[in-house]
Antibody
Framework: EVQLVESGGGLVQPGGSLRLSCAAS????????MHWVRQAPGKGLVWVSR????????NYADSVKGRFTISRDNAENTLFLQMNSLRAEDTAVYYC?????????????WGQGTLVTVSS | EIVLTQSPATLSLSPGERATLSCRAS??????LAWYQQRPGQAPRLLIY???NRATGIPARFSGSGSGTDFTLTISSLEPEDFAVYYC?????????FGQGTKLEIK
């Protein structure tokens, strides 16, 4: 059974940093593209970032480019999102998702999410 | 960035009825369109990918169609657990984008 468990969320002041983790199990982690998707309270879904299977290719939404960094540790089956210079508008539930083999941009499995609140 | 527009914003139906949800793209996404269901307090769940392929474990009452810029998600006979928010999503171009969602509510 595929399991994705996010952690690292919490309350942070504007301008601060957080590092999110997503522990993966139940599949060959090193074979899949992985993603971070966020959802502000009461709002829709926004794709934040993606990373290919070996970690060499990454992409970001314009709203986080230069502030967030996605990475992965295939030996530890863990996905990361380093978030710097946080703003109030980054407040959201952050989900990690595993792409299907059928396509890098198909989020086939999702974690339960971790809440990030940016507030003074 | 490709904009996806979903309609209607809210759909009020009764269990057993047929639901038809629409998604229109601002430019062609070929068949690279997916549908997700999100129940309150839960993570999204993949229903349909590449316009018409049901994801593993998704009941046959869910079907998708369309290509280019116009897509439809159909639920043939609504079950109580189907009342949720539905999002379409394109993977044709980065950044991947979602529609704003259609809320399917009980009439």
């Amino acid at each position: 059974e595929v399991q994705l468990v996010e952690s690292g969320g919490g309350l942070v002041q504007p301008g601060g940093s957080l590092r999110l983790s997503c522990a993966a199990s139940g599949f060959t982690f090193s074979s899949n593209w992985m993603h971070w998707v966020r959802q502000a309270p009461g709002k829709g879904l926004v794709w934040v970032s993606r990373i290919n299977s070996d970690g060499r290719s990454t992409n970001y939404a314009d709203s986080v480019k230069g502030r967030f960094t996605i990475s992965r540790d295939n030996a530890e089956n863990t996905l990361f999102l380093q978030m710097n210079s946080l703003r109030a508008e980054d407040t959201a539930v952050y989900y990690c998702a595993r792409a299907l083999a059928a396509g890098a941009g198909i989020a086939g499995d999702w974690g339960q999410g971790t809440l990030v609140t940016v507030s003074s | 960035e490709i904009v996806l527009t979903q309609s209607p914003a809210t759909l009020s139906l009764s269990p057993g009825e047929r639901a038809t949800l629409s998604c229109r793209a601002s430019q062609s996404v070929s068949s690279y369109l997916a549908w997700y269901q999100q129940r309150p307090g839960q993570a999204p769940r993949l229903l349909i990918y590449d316009a018409s392929n049901r994801a593993t474990g998704i009941p046959a009452r869910f079907s998708g169609s369309g290509s280019g810029t116009d897509f439809t998600l159909t639920i043939s006979s609504l079950e109580p657990e189907d009342f949720a928010v539905y999002y379409c999503q394109q993977r044709s171009n980065w950044p991947y984008t979602f529609g704003q969602g259609t809320k399917l509510e009980i009439k």
